[in-house]
């Protein structure tokens, strides 16, 4: 079971909006376009949108990609406003209101940016600021399934509810990550041991992600800040490196934009436990590392790894700076 659109409680904001849900079958060109929101759904939404010639805003209240590594975030959002995109942050919308009929019309937002009132107009106002989990009117009261008061999902082990007949799959796990390929695993994997007498449980450790923003970001694993705070900072060392990925070269795009980073324990013989990668085709340079990780592999296990060149890949192979060094991670060549 998934989730719906979240709307904030100010004026206009279900009679005058749209979701990403609503986008892809808009009639017309939505025009200059207004996205609240700092979700991994508001920043693509951002990038393609600019990607096909359109004036984009981000409206965003506080941090970008709550959730994520936030030196990775941060990147994404300094690529994005060097591509155009126009951030307005800290900001929150206060009212919405249409003040002009058509395709696409006009909107007037109203809103508060640093600590001041703003007024824009916009042709279309997208918003990304979250999902409701679907699980109300369901009646799961009415049998006893728990359901979290704060966010209304539903707590598992192993997707069985607190019913011990009654599983659940999805975005509405609590504390689970809400991601179709989870989702799939684990009803895949649920049905099995229903029906098949396996044994085998949905591992939701180590599972890998990507944002498909204008400059991708693939993830595996613990952020830097979930890593300090499990590990101690003192027994985290972080190696990185930016690069610039041979098909930018030519059309000088994004020189050293490009940027790998491993987070790895020291007590644990350099275990790698986050794997973060920002360029071209992230999904696809991502997936590999996922398996490795869930292998246990460590940082001398990289560097004992011959890279594939020229690939971009082919960086995490050949990461010799860390970060508490200080020293500059610019590169020069392929």
């Known amino acids: ?3 719906r659109p979240r709307y904030p409680d100010i004026p206009g904001a279900r009679e005058y909006t749209i979701t990403s849900d609503d986008l892809f079958f808009l009639p017309h060109c939505p025009g200059r376009t207004l996205i ?3 979700s991994y759904v508001a920043l693509e939404c951002a990038g393609f949108l600019k990607g096909i010639g359109l004036d984009v805003t981000v409206m965003v209240r506080s941090i970008l990609l709550r959730g994520f590594d936030q030196d990775m975030a941060e990147r994404i959002g300094e690529y994005m406003g060097s591509e155009g995109i126009k951030f307005l942050r800290p900001c929150v919308p206060t009212s919405i209101e249409q003040i002009e009929e058509g395709s696409p019309g006009k909107l007037r937002v109203t809103a508060i940016h640093n600590g001041e009132t703003i007024v824009e107009e916009y042709n279309t106002v997208l918003l990304a600021i979250g999902r409701v989990p679907c699980t109300k009117g369901m009646g799961l009261e009415k049998v006893g399934v728990k359901v ?9 082990i192993n997707e069985q509810t607190n019913i011990p007949h009654i599983y659940a799959v999805g975005d509405i796990l609590d504390g689970l990550p809400e991601l179709t390929p989870v989702a799939i695993q684990a009803g895949i994997l649920l049905a099995r041991r229903l029906y098949d007498n396996s044994t085998i449980q949905c591992d939701y450790t180590n599972v890998p992600t990507t944002v498909f923003t204008p400059i ?3 993830c595996v694993g613990l952020s830097e800040e979930s890593a300090f705070s499990k590990y101690g900072e003192e027994n985290i060392e972080v190696f ?3 690069f610039t990925p041979l098909e930018w070269t030519v059309p000088k795009r994004g020189q050293n934009a490009g940027y790998v980073k491993i987070v790895c324990v020291l007590s644990e013989n350099n275990k790698i436990v986050g794997f973060h990668y920002l360029g071209p085709n992230a999904g696809e340079v991502t997936q590999a590392f996922a398996t490795a990780m869930k292998l246990g592999a460590t940082k001398a296990d990289l560097d004992a790894t011959i890279g594939i060149h020229p690939t ?3 960086v995490a192979t050949t990461l010799t700076i860390t970060k508490r060094s200080g020293a500059s991670t610019k590169q020069k060549g392929c």
Do not use: F, L, Q, T
């Open 216 to 218: 991708e970001y693939g």
């Open 240 to 242: 990185h490196s930016n």
């Open 1 to 3: 079971m998934g989730e």
């Open 148 to 156: 979290n008061p704060r966010n209304g999902k539903v707590p598992v």
């Open 36 to 38: 609240v929101g700092a």
């Open 312 to 314: 971009c890949a082919e």
